[in-house]
């Protein structure tokens, strides 16, 4: 009777572990600590994996799952990592001089019925203003008309200096000319305060002098 008491008990144990095992990832969360790295400036993320199944999601744990990203924006170490018995694994972002968005791709492949991948972001804001790039304006324009005058900054890796992260602005001055009414911006005084759009471009609009002659910005 003992026998058989101790038969069925072993039974039992092996049926309610079979469930734990047998988890089948069926989602993969992927995060990083870091919302903004900046270009060149050395710093790095760590970068989170969470392997899970089903609703609620339980953690699945020794999954073995594969990290890739761009090449442009950084790099990642190590490319292979298994999931600890929180179904968790980590990785390290360490980006170069480029600003953008990484994407950052965690595939499984290994117990699963077909590779199971998703996609994570690291934004990577541009350096410190480093240079005008470009300016774009018409050299001439009739006395008392306005005009517009395009400025582009870049940082010192060639990123443009653009309005993802913060707004940078561009401070445009002119000059008056001897005799005249007064050359302004489109704020009627003699200097104003422009913010970069996405493209990196800050655009003064500028009514030149109501006489002939030259109008320094």
Not at 22 to 37: M, R, V
Request: aromatic share 6%; proline share 5%; with cysteine.
């Amino acid at each position: 009777m003992n026998g058989w008491t101790y038969a069925c008990l072993a039974v039992g144990l092996l049926f309610l572990a079979a469930p734990a095992g047998a988890l089948i990832p069926d989602d993969i969360i992927l995060s990083t600590d870091k919302p903004w790295l900046v270009a060149g400036s050395g710093e790095t993320a760590t970068v989170t994996i969470l392997v899970t199944n089903g609703t609620p999601a339980n953690p699945v744990s020794g999954v073995a799952v594969d990290l890739a990203v761009d090449g442009t924006y950084g790099s990642i170490s190590p490319v292979y990592v298994t999931t600890d018995g929180n179904g968790k694994a980590t990785a390290t972002f360490r980006h170069g001089t480029r600003s953008g968005t990484a994407t950052i791709t965690a595939t499984v492949s290994e117990g699963v019925d077909g590779p199971l991948t998703r996609f994570g972001e690291q934004q990577i804001d541009h350096a410190a203003p480093h240079t005008v790039a470009n300016t774009w304006y018409e050299p001439k324009v009739t006395a008392g008309k306005t005009t517009e005058i395009v400025v582009r900054m870049e940082d010192r890796y060639g990123n443009v200096i653009d309005n993802r992260r913060e707004v940078e602005t561009v401070l445009f001055t002119v000059g008056q000319i001897e005799g005249g009414t007064g050359a302004t911006f489109v704020n009627g005084t003699d200097e104003i305060s422009v913010p970069v759009d996405a493209n990196g471009n800050a655009t003064a609009t500028l009514r030149v002098d109501t006489v002939a002659g030259e109008n320094l910005v």
